[in-house]
């Protein structure tokens, strides 16, 4: 267990360290998720009002010809600080991902994969947020994601051929 929590204080780290160095430089020019192969990008999508409902979970694969990311919507119940709704999602290998968090809690939240997929969103996603990131999905496998702020609240992906 206190390794755990060690590799989630040493991720939390990172990404404060990210974020903090990032502040002030120029905004680099948006990939191509066609060609793109950079492990993630993140955005920011529409703020949800915050007495919204978690929105069903979808997910929306992509068009075989026009180079979409799979959406994947993960989101918290209003009725559970400490829960990822759903929990698990499935994408195959390679497969270009747009991630979404809602966050319909009362407490703030975030969504973050450890290495190989290396993404997360921001680092506090207020009650009545939502962010995105994009990533291309690894090898076959499953891959937990996590909160920062509560390393207990997990999920999975699943990676499949």
Known sequence: MSGRILDSCIALLLV??????CRGEPEAATPDP???TS???????PTASANATTPAPR???P????GAAAEITIG???TNETLYLPDTAKVGTGEMVRMIFVNSTNTPHNLTFNEPINAATDSYIEAGQSDAF???APRPGDYEFYCTLHPWMTGTLSVTP
């Open 16 to 21: 404060v360290m990210l974020v903090v160095g």
């Open 34 to 36: 066609a060609t793109d």
């Open 39 to 45: 492990t993630a990008s993140a955005e920011t999508i």
């Open 59 to 61: 997910r929306t694969a």
């Open 63 to 66: 068009a075989a010809t026009d």
């Open 76 to 78: 918290t119940p209003a």
């Open 134 to 136: 994009t990533f291309t």
